[in-house]
């Protein structure tokens, strides 16, 4: 009894750290849309620094549960049929949160300087990008729970991605085609990559979570 | 009341075979719990010795009755005869990489006692013996099936996290294995002892206001040498099967296991028989089945349901020749070892 106890004990902890990184993840994506806005809006203000500084706080502290979880599964010998697979969707997962940061970073140190013609074409970049990656920390808790509701996920992430892809493409023909100088273009062109590429990325941990999905419903 | 050593001489060959199933088929019920680190060997070599021993004493009659009723030995060296042919005709087909049953040699040593002793075989009784190697892969597999639909219904309507089902896995693979231990205990127990039941080698024991029948002895003293083959020999062959199970999800080892017990079980409850005969309904045979072959039978089930088309046709072509050919070794070792028992050594086998 006292065993089961302590089994039970110990997965739900690992639960709660699994839960928690998910929405951390969601968390992070929210207030990395208020940091672009905040840029957009006001440039590098005080503001942006306490969203910028946020989401470094929380990506330390997914990095914490992301150890924290890969030791629990090792060391407690858990879920020995999906631990590849779980370990494999925290680690991609994780990603995303670095290339929030990575985003957030270059905004803060190269400070572009970002026509207003061109401030919607980012802000609607973004909210598609920040889209995507509330669907993923979705769809993440739910293959937990229910495998089988995983593929609506995917879908909208993929559809997310998509539109991302659009909004970039239209955004950096905007940017090509203005009277700037070229080395300003390319440097604002960097940005949209920058953002962009957490959609690209998102979209790599869905496909993912498709095939582990599958997996644990076979 | 003293036994007679030479009476624990002729049960050595039951008793052997009693500590080759426990090496063996321990692993069949706690291999993957093990294997998978789920559960360590000592708590599944307790769990699994204490189950066998209650399998045995408790619900092993009917199977023992069953062998009984094949070929009723009435000499203790003829009982020693049929089970040492058995455990070896086991060991030759095992070396020879067939995955052969003590259930199945035992039937071919008996019918190879009744030919020596020129008694008729009751064909009902064979016929409902062999029926039941056919049916008990065919049910195990047909009980994983339902297990496999049933455990996806649940699953779909309660949501549960991956890593609580993982818990309830482990538990249930721990009270599986102890079901499994049980069924084992009552349905293997006749391949150990059963031929020595007629014979009645032990006085009855009189402890106050109990009586232990010599067949009660017999079925506690299989059970013990069953124990005793879990605990010195099972640890090696369990990681072997752990590591071979290892390419199954645990789940399915899970409904593999719980397949075989409730196999295994159907075969020895004689609750059950009762049950179906008060529903007017017909009864499964109380006879000892191949424990291996159930937990085959499970995970051919589950990957026919699965569409895995990758089914090991060679496994069970060796079943099926193994069905052949261990009780017609079986029949030709006791037929000759019992002539030498009786002409060369003297002994009153019939």
Redesign the interface.
């Known amino acids: 009894m006292a065993l ?1 106890l302590r ?2 004990q ?3 902890d ?2 709660n750290k ?1 839960d928690s990184f998910f929405i951390k993840l969601a968390e992070a994506s929210v207030i990395y849309r208020l940091a672009i806005r905040n840029y957009l809006k006001e440039g590098l203000s005080e503001e942006y620094t306490t969203h910028f500084e946020k989401v470094c706080d929380i990506e330390t502290n997914a990095d914490t549960l992301r150890s924290e979880i890969k030791l629990a599964i090792y060391s407690e ?6 631990r590849g697979d ?1 370990l494999g969707l925290i680690e991609t997962a994780d990603e995303v949160f670095s290339l929030m940061k990575k985003s957030l970073w270059a905004f803060s140190i190269e400070a572009p300087v970002i026509d207003e013609e061109l401030v919607p074409g980012y802000r609607k970049l973004t909210n598609m990008v920040v889209k995507a990656v509330d669907e993923l920390a979705t769809g993440a808790q739910v ?4 495998p ?1 509701l995983v593929s609506s996920y995917v879908a909208k992430i993929n559809l997310y991605e998509k539109e991302a892809d659009k909004l970039s493409t239209n955004l950096k023909k905007q940017i090509f085609s203005s009277k700037m100088e070229l080395a300003l273009k390319l440097h604002l062109r960097e940005f949209v990559d920058q953002i962009d590429s957490i959609a690209d990325h998102a979209e790599d941990v869905a496909d993912r979570l498709t095939i582990y999905a599958i997996k ?1 419903q ?1 | 009341m003293a036994i007679d050593p030479l009476v624990l001489v002729f049960l050595s060959s039951g008793l052997f075979l009693g500590w080759a199933l426990g090496a063996n088929d321990a692993a069949n019920v706690f291999g993957t719990a093990v294997g998978t680190k789920m559960v360590s060997w000592r708590t599944a070599a307790i769990i699994c010795s204490i189950c066998v021993l209650l399998g045995a004493v408790f619900s092993g009659a009917g199977t023992t009755e069953t062998l009984g009723k094949l070929g009723a030995i009435s000499a203790l060296p003829g009982a020693f005869m049929t089970a040492l042919s058995a455990g070896f005709s086991v060991f030759i087909m095992t070396k020879g990489g067939l995955p052969v049953s003590t259930s199945q040699a035992i039937v071919g040593a008996i019918i190879g006692w009744n030919f020596f002793s020129q008694k008729p075989t009751d064909t009902t009784i064979l016929l409902k013996i062999l029926s039941t190697w056919i049916l008990c892969p065919l049910l195990a597999g047909i009980i994983a099936v339902l297990i496999v639909q049933l455990i996806k219904f649940i699953s779909r309507r309660m949501a549960i996290h991956m890593i609580t089902l993982d818990a309830i896995k482990r538990i249930a693979l721990i009270v599986a294995g102890g079901l499994g231990a049980y069924a084992l205990g009552a349905n293997n127990i006749a391949n150990v002892v059963g031929v020595f039941i007629p014979v009645q080698p032990f006085p009855t024991l009189e402890l106050g206001n109990f009586n232990i029948s010599s067949a009660q002895q017999l079925l506690l003293l299989g059970g013990l040498s069953i124990g005793l083959g879990v605990f010195t020999y099972s640890r090696k062959v369990m990681d072997t099967v752990g590591s071979q199970l290892g390419s199954l999800s645990a789940t399915t080892a899970l409904i593999a296991v719980i397949s075989h017990s409730i196999v295994l079980f159907m075969f020895a409850s004689r609750g059950l028989e009762t049950f179906l005969l008060n529903l007017g309904l017909p009864t499964i045979p109380l006879v000892p089945v191949s424990s291996s072959q159930a937990v085959v039978g499970a995970i051919i089930g589950i990957s026919i349901l699965r569409g895995v088309a990758s089914i090991n046709w060679a496994v069970l072509g060796k079943i099926l020749i193994g069905w052949v050919l261990a009780p017609a070794v079986a029949f030709i070792i006791c037929f000759i070892g019992l002539f030498f028992l009786q002409n060369v050594f003297a002994l009153r086998v019939v």
Not at chain 1, 143 to 146: A, G, I, L, M, T
């Open positions: 089961n089994l039970f110990k997965t739900s690992l639960e699994v010998m858990l879920i020995p049929d999906s779980v293959f937990f729970q229910s089988h644990r076979s």
